[in-house]
């Protein structure tokens, strides 16, 4: 688990710490500023301090949240366990047997599952559009596409399912009917925030245009059951 858990933690922190421009992608492809003006919070969603170090935790998962990437709950588990396979021959039975026998394991291995379920990269894509610097777009959501992919495949193969949350249907039939009533404000919320994001904070459209963008966060949140 200690092997896991570091080889985890590089690839997160590679990702969110060490990948230059990460905060800029993360600033346009999610809206993480628009946040900050719902009353929901006694606190601010950030610190006065700069970048990630002045960010609070619920806005941060909340933000990966709307865009459908759900990144701080998964991102790094592929990672993690591909280089676990790597190092030793009965890797995936050795992880197969720690989630059969093991109430931690088998319980981070659903709550994995579940929001790897709920993250859709179709719609990500989407808000990753909305980051202006093509080659920065692409490399980094490049990366979270591939690291999504590598994670829903080892963990359907530690649980031997064809399909995540094979194991859980009521849950999996639950998401399935609701993503269609979810996926259309998440289109409204990404055509909508370039054209709020390019008005002056004096435009009178813009009071218009940021209350119709707090209606559809407000939607996603109620869709997908969780703010963050």
């Known amino acids: ?35 900050a003006n719902l009353p929901i919070s006694s606190r601010p969603a950030k610190r006065r301090k700069g970048g990630f170090e002045g960010l609070r935790a619920i806005p941060w998962v909340f933000s990966w949240m709307q865009c459908r990437a759900i990144i701080p709950s998964w991102y ?13 021959a009965d890797g995936i039975e050795t992880l197969r047997g720690m989630y059969e026998r093991w109430s931690f394991f088998n319980a981070l291995v659903q709550n994995v599952q579940l929001d790897l379920a709920k993250a859709d990269m179709d719609i990500a894509a989407l808000y990753a559009g909305l980051v202006n610097d093509s080659t920065l777009r692409e490399s980094i959501f490049a ?32 998401i399935e009917r609701r993503n269609p009533y979810v996926d259309p404000l ?39 059951k969780t703010t963050g």
């Open 1 to 35: 688990m200690d092997y896991l858990a570091e080889a985890g933690k590089v690839a997160y922190r590679g990702l969110i710490y060490e990948t230059p421009g990460f905060l800029e992608y993360w600033s346009n492809a999610t809206p993480i500023d628009e946040l």
């Open 76 to 88: 790094g588990i592929g990672a993690a366990i591909d280089s676990f396979c790597t190092s030793r």
């Open 143 to 174: 990366r979270i596409r591939a690291e999504h992919e590598r994670a829903c495949d080892y963990i359907c193969r530690i649980t031997r399912q064809e399909s995540l949350l094979e194991n859980v249907p009521v849950i999996q039939r639950s």
């Open 186 to 224: 998440n289109f409204i919320q990404v055509s909508l925030l370039p054209k709020l994001r390019s008005l002056p904070s004096e435009a009178d459209e813009r009071t218009a245009l940021l209350e119709a963008v707090l209606s559809t966060i407000n939607g996603i949140a109620a869709g997908m």
